[in-house]
């Protein structure tokens, strides 16, 4: 991973995306590209034309104050999206991390990744925008859409940024829990984290032979991993071990499953980002 592309918003969660994504570029010894993006919210759109509205096809001047108004928004939201990156920058350079020239886009930003997609190795952001709603178990639109959208890791920021020693992999046997191991064994971002690697999954032929996989290349890289198989759901399964085990990242397959069910009854990966309190890593 050669560029970390960090998704900057005015949200709670903008520091802990922020350290991050510091965090990763820095082990992995990565470039940092900063990136905001001005999005125009439907509540706003409502003021750019209001010329058919009755009663207001006449009033002229109520119409050049609406758009004045609009326009003060759009300059001010401009000057806010710089202001963020500045202050990230700097951030970022006190940590010993020199960030690439800023990103400013205005758009939808699944469109914008797809666009940059080729020019960066992992994504950072946070579980909730600005707009999402605080209730613990909601998610931002965003996140969802991103993580089915692109293919590059993706790294999902908790609400708070704390030191990273210990992490889980939730592995099930598909070619993108077996990316994670393979991250595990083979790469910086987790070189020389304590490793657990758990299936939720009642004892079987598969299981044993899925998990013999990860122990065998584990064993030599040289990663002395815990392994554990333990029946049940995979989103409780995981979500009690990362609480009993003082787990500090969880990383997983993202959506490995038939798109046609998800879109019907979801996933283990939605629930485990609504519901996980600690960053998780989304691997294709």
């Known amino acids: 991973m050669n560029?970390?592309?960090?998704?900057?918003?005015?949200?709670?969660?903008t520091q802990s995306v922020l350290d991050h994504a510091i965090w990763a570029a820095t082990r992995l010894g990565a470039g940092m590209e900063l990136?905001?993006?001005?999005d125009r919210h439907p509540e706003h759109a409502a003021t750019a034309n209001l010329s058919g509205s009755i009663g207001l096809g006449s009033n002229e001047a109520?119409?050049?104050e609406l758009a004045a108004l609009d326009e003060?928004?759009?300059?001010?939201a401009l000057e806010r999206g710089h202001a963020l990156l500045d202050e990230a920058a700097r951030q970022a350079r006190a940590q010993g991390v020199e960030p690439a020239h800023p990103r400013l886009r205005h758009g939808d930003l699944v469109d914008a990744l797809a666009e940059l997609e080729s020019g960066f190795d992992l994504l950072v952001m946070g579980k909730r925008g600005e707009a999402a709603d605080m209730a613990k178990l909601h998610l931002g639109s965003n996140v969802e859409r991103v993580a089915r959208a692109i293919d590059r890791p993706m790294l999902v920021a908790s609400r708070a940024f704390k030191p990273i020693e210990r992490v889980l992999i939730a592995f099930d046997g598909s070619p993108s829990a077996r990316k994670a191991v393979e991250l595990?064994?083979?790469?910086p971002l987790l070189a020389g984290l304590q490793c657990h690697v758990v299936m939720a999954a009642s004892e079987s032929a598969e299981s044993k032979a899925a998990m013999h996989w990860a122990v065998q290349l584990l064993d030599a890289a040289g990663v002395a991993a815990r392994m554990e198989t333990?029946?049940?759901h995979a989103d409780a399964v995981i979500a009690d071990y990362v609480r009993t085990h003082a787990i500090d990242l969880v990383a997983m397959g993202a959506y490995g499953h038939s798109r046609i069910r998800q879109l019907i009854v979801g996933s283990t990966t939605t629930t485990m980002i609504r519901s996980c309190l600690v960053p998780i890593l989304l691997l294709r």
């Open 62 to 64: 109520l119409l050049q």
């Open 35 to 38: 990136m905001h993006t001005l």
């Open 3 to 13: 560029t970390v592309l960090t998704c900057l918003d005015h949200s709670i969660y």
């Open 230 to 232: 333990i029946p049940g």
């Open 184 to 187: 595990a064994a083979r790469h």
């Open 72 to 76: 003060q928004r759009s300059k001010l």
